[in-house]
């Protein structure tokens, strides 16, 4: 194969401002379809950007097309997972924005779909694809920080619920709130980075004390669609606990809206060597040299991790590269998540 058609379902916000922008830089990929439930997004995003691609409105029908090789995924997180297991069966390759479903059932049922099929699983990681991630990676595949134990992660937001009333804050839609949709970019990031080590158990709280509020707004406000009297039934913070098979534990914070002094994104992990601080995609690393504190301040360009993750996909289909993302990955994460909700729920910890 030296060229991947893709059809794209759910023409929004991702879609628009990301994946088709990357696929347009990638001359090895043409995008044949569109479907939205809502037609005349479609209908726009083909006029847009291929006159000759075709529109539906159900998935179903797309992923049943025979000029499709892979489907990419732009929807609310509840159809992630159905969505994805209909394409891996009618034997196209699939990329899924995060997070990978909204429970760990429907994380364990893209697996399997993917092992039964053959067909390539892949979830947006995007984090991990920017240049401070890569760095830190190869730093401590190297050996370089020596055992990490411990760390922190967490986006913390001041202002920015996105899309208030509408599919982001309704759970049955999006899983949850603020852990679900931006604890699965940090965790992953901070989880990759040490290694990949299994969870065996969480504790967390959750809380919700601005739906019923009028707090101002933020760029993230933008993301999905608003809705006057909408719903809002999940946490806006989560504050968690997660230990590791290997002795390793991590200390995790999100918010999509907390009084605090500014927003943050971070992962911090500490090493018997080094340790790293990785805030809003810059790099610091701790550690000593003959007796010396020292401090790395590596300096990057900006990178587009959402371009670079799509531009893998595409390495892993056509050069037949090393996945950098697995669904075991991903299924461990959403167990992670899930567990969380049930630890705040009652109160207790809980083993996985
Ligand atoms: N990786 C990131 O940095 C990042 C950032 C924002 C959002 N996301 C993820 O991207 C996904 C989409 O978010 P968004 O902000 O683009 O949302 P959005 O609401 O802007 O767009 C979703 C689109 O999907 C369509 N849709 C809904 N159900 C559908 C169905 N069953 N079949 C076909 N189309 C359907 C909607 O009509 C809408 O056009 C979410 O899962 C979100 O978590 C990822």
Same mark, same amino acid.
């Given at each position: 194969m030296d060229k991947i058609r893709i059809g794209m379902v759910g023409c929004g916000g991702m879609c628009n401002g990301a994946h088709v922008p990357a696929y347009l830089k990638d001359e090895r990929v043409e995008l044949v379809a569109f479907c939205d439930i809502v037609e005349s997004r479609a209908v726009k995003a083909k006029e847009t950007y291929n006159p000759q691609a075709k529109t539906y409105v159900d998935f179903n029908d797309l992923v049943a097309d025979e000029n499709i090789d892979a489907v990419d995924i732009c929807t609310p997180n509840y159809w992630h997972s159905r969505i994805a297991v209909a394409a891996l069966k009618a034997g196209k390759h699939v990329f899924c924005e995060?997070?990978?479903?909204? #429970?760990p059932e429907e994380a364990l049922k893209m697996k399997k779909a993917s092992e039964e099929s053959g067909k390539l699983l892949m979830v947006m990681r995007n984090n991990r694809f920017v240049d401070a991630s890569k760095y830190a990676k190869r730093f401590i595949d190297e050996g370089k920080a020596g055992d990490l134990y411990t760390g922190r992660c967490g986006w913390i937001r001041r202002r920015g619920i996105p899309g208030k009333g509408g599919w982001f804050t309704t759970k049955e839609l999006s899983g949850g709130g603020p852990l679900i949709d931006l604890g699965v970019h940090m965790i992953d990031l901070a989880v990759w980075l040490m290694g990949n080590p299994t969870p065996v158990s969480v504790s967390g709280s959750t809380y919700c004390k601005f739906a019923e509020t009028d707090i101002s707004n933020s760029e993230h406000s933008n993301f999905g669609e608003k809705q006057v009297d909408g719903i809002f039934d999940v946490e806006d913070l989560a504050i968690g606990f997660i230990r590791f098979d290997n002795g390793a534990c991590l200390q995790i914070e999100f918010s999509w809206? #907390?009084?605090?002094e500014s927003e943050a994104a971070f992962v911090e992990l500490r090493g018997t060597k080094a340790g790293f601080s990785w805030k809003n995609g810059n790099l610091k690393i701790f550690s000593e040299d003959d007796g010396v504190l020292t401090d790395i301040n590596p300096v990057f360009d900006k990178s587009n991790g959402h371009q670079n993750n799509l531009k893998h996909f595409i390495d892993v289909l056509i050069d037949g590269c090393e996945p950098i993302y697995k669904p075991q990955q991903g299924l461990d994460m959403i167990k992670i998540l899930n567990a969380i909700y049930q630890s705040a729920a009652s109160g207790l910890e809980v083993r996985l």
């Open positions: 995060k997070p990978d479903a909204v #429970s809206a #907390s009084n605090i």
